[in-house]
């Protein structure tokens, strides 16, 4: 049975291949018939994910390796997606095929223990990271056309 197409869908006829898509949930079809689906989701059990996550994407840079960023990628997919049941990147893939393999050796991890895991290691590195808060955009983009207006007003020396 067909999913309804309540947002945008994909189809790529020349292949019978389909996808649905709707806020968080997506569905992947051949010819008509569900293959694969998931539901991404952030919100946990564990309280400090989302924070967590917010200072990883919009807070102040930190120094981490390429292991323990590849290992805040492989905690975040399997916190959000759930095991990874995806191909195998291409062979030229270099990035993704590192990706892929940090979040294949996580295995059949529960997103709780990966939400908590997630915590832990950026409690590690930024044991600080609660007390950030992420900026409003509103006033963000405010104090952005501020500083363009300001600049625009200084005459070319």
């Not at 979040?103 to 950026?122: D, F, P, T």
Request: proline fraction near 7%; charged fraction near 20%; hydrophobic fraction near 45%.
């Amino acid at each position: 049975e067909k999913p309804p197409a309540l947002l945008p869908t994909r189809n790529y006829r020349s292949t019978g291949i389909g996808v649905w898509w709707s806020g968080p949930s997506f569905l992947f079809f051949w010819s008509g018939v569900p293959i694969f689906g998931a539901t991404m989701s952030s919100s946990g059990n564990h309280p400090d994910f989302d924070q967590a996550v917010a200072y990883i994407k919009h807070g102040p840079p930190f120094e981490s390796s390429n292991l323990q960023k590849l290992h805040f990628y492989a905690l975040f997919k399997c916190s959000t997606v759930g095991e990874n049941r995806t191909a195998r990147p291409g062979v030229l893939d270099f990035a993704g095929k590192a990706k892929w393999e940090a979040w294949r050796k996580l295995g059949a991890m529960s997103r709780e223990e990966a939400q908590k895991a997630y915590v832990e290691a950026l409690e590690a590195l930024r044991h600080d990271f609660r007390d950030w808060s992420e900026p409003d955009a509103a006033a963000a983009a405010a104090a952005a056309a501020a500083a363009a207006a300001a600049a625009a007003a200084v005459p070319a020396a």
